[in-house]
């Protein structure tokens, strides 16, 4: 198992804007919005047909690491919509557009966007030390909630024992529900002083555990209410403490053994349940990333502190300056577990998401690929 692997635009109307609700943490938004929203007509037949064979053409590949042998692709932009799938998953079931995956650290965006409805609401300060919120050993090094989102917190992320330990205890327990303490406490390298990226999955570990302490509500229940059902995604699930709903593309991860209804597995998805416990499916994955990046889920000021113009990674976000024409600059993130592979890209007013039932995979390779068939579409 081995999980955890800015745009720069003229804003063309006003940025709309968070108020409090009555439930901890619960946020509304209202006012103009910088974007259209996205559209809801499906991109026409002839059109869509290029964009099948482009997905086609990765799983003829999938031989090579941009290839797979099992793919789903969506894109959302203020004109049209598209999603297609092609090949099979690890077990061989044909893959759906509508097929969900475990996809990974994607689901730091979502934390990240909470995060940042709790600094709207007054809850949570960005540059107060996360130890005001959350007591662990990992938080005395005085990192601030900021530092920790933008990975530069010091905390560590797990060395190749403390994932072998790790992975013992799963193939022990595979159904096991972790909480997130346990999952820290395979964490055995030294913290070291904040201030210097490093990517690390912890992070967004003790950032989950900062939502449930400032909400008094679990996590998922929290992304639910303020994220996802503002956002209309009813087939994404915050695992495990929601189930996603079939179809799921399987997988074969040696550690988990047989399904059990979660991606890949409710040890594995609870103990990465605020790092990468995020299933989807690819029209999800597209809509989500449109409704958060062009401010439609939470206000443009908050989308602006999340995707600067500068370095690598902004707070919960990727930020690709130069890897995807035609969308430049864009943002998003990667997912990989060992049987699937992910890839959100947003930028000039499009979101595109590549999920693929396979791991070990250049994504960022395929994405491309896939955006050289997409590119005439656009214009």
């Given at each position: 198992m081995r999980?955890?692997?800015?745009?720069?635009?003229?804003?063309?109307?006003?940025?709309?804007?968070?108020?409090?609700?009555?439930?901890?943490?619960?946020?509304?938004?209202?006012?103009?919005?910088?974007?259209?929203?996205?559209?809801?007509?499906?991109?026409?037949?002839?059109?869509?047909?290029?964009?099948?064979?482009?997905?086609?053409?990765?799983?003829?590949?999938?031989?090579?690491e941009s290839g797979a042998r099992g793919v789903t692709a969506a894109v959302v932009n203020d004109r049209w919509v598209w999603s297609g799938a092609a090949g099979r998953d690890a077990v061989g079931t044909p893959l759906r557009p509508t097929t969900a995956m475990g996809v990974a650290s994607i689901t730091k965006t979502f934390v990240a966007a909470e995060i940042m409805l709790l600094v709207k609401a007054g809850k949570v300060d960005l540059d107060a030390p996360i130890s005001t919120y959350v007591k662990h050993k990992l938080t005395e090094n005085g990192a601030t909630v900021r530092q920790h989102l933008m990975m530069a917190s010091g905390v560590p992320n797990y060395l190749p024992d403390d994932y072998g330990r790790m992975d013992k205890a799963i193939k022990a327990a595979p159904a096991k529900h972790w909480t997130p303490e346990q999952a820290l406490a395979y964490?055995?390298?030294?913290?070291?002083?904040?201030?210097?990226?490093?990517?690390?999955?912890?992070?967004?570990?003790?950032?989950?555990?900062?939502?449930?302490?400032?909400?008094?509500?679990?996590?998922?229940?929290?992304?639910?209410?303020?994220?996802?059902?503002?956002?209309?995604?009813?087939?994404?699930?915050?695992?495990?403490?929601?189930?996603?709903?079939?179809?799921?593309?399987?997988?074969?991860?040696?550690?988990?053994?047989?399904?059990?209804?979660?991606?890949?597995?409710?040890?594995?998805?609870?103990?990465?349940?605020?790092?990468?416990?995020?299933?989807?499916?690819?029209?999800?994955?597209?809509?989500?990333?449109y409704q958060l990046y062009y401010g439609h889920v939470i206000p443009q000021d908050l989308v602006d502190q999340m995707t600067p113009n500068m370095g690598r990674y902004g707070l919960g976000t990727m930020l690709f300056e130069h890897q995807f024409p035609p969308l430049l600059p864009s943002y998003g993130h990667r997912g990989e577990m060992p049987d699937h592979t992910s890839l959100l890209v947003v930028g000039s007013n499009v979101s595109v998401a590549i999920l693929l039932a396979d791991g070990n995979k250049q994504v960022d390779t395929t994405m491309t690929q896939f955006l050289a068939a997409l590119q005439p579409l656009l214009t």
């Open positions: 999980l955890w692997g800015t745009i720069a635009v003229v804003l063309a109307a006003v940025s709309g804007c968070a108020g409090e609700g009555g439930e901890p943490g619960a946020t509304e938004t209202t006012g103009e919005w910088s974007f259209p929203e996205a559209a809801t007509v499906a991109l026409a037949p002839d059109k869509a047909a290029k964009l099948q064979a482009a997905l086609d053409k990765i799983v003829a590949d999938q031989g090579l964490d055995t390298a030294p913290v070291v002083a904040p201030g210097t990226f490093s990517y690390s999955n912890p992070n967004f570990q003790l950032l989950g555990l900062l939502i449930e302490k400032v909400t008094g509500q679990p996590l998922a229940t929290v992304l639910r209410r303020d994220l996802a059902t503002p956002a209309g995604l009813k087939h994404a699930a915050f695992q495990d403490g929601e189930k996603p709903q079939p179809p799921l593309a399987e997988d074969t991860n040696p550690v988990c053994g047989p399904p059990d209804g979660y991606l890949p597995c409710r040890a594995v998805a609870s103990l990465s349940a605020a790092s990468a416990g995020l299933a989807a499916d690819a029209p999800t994955v597209a809509h989500w990333g």
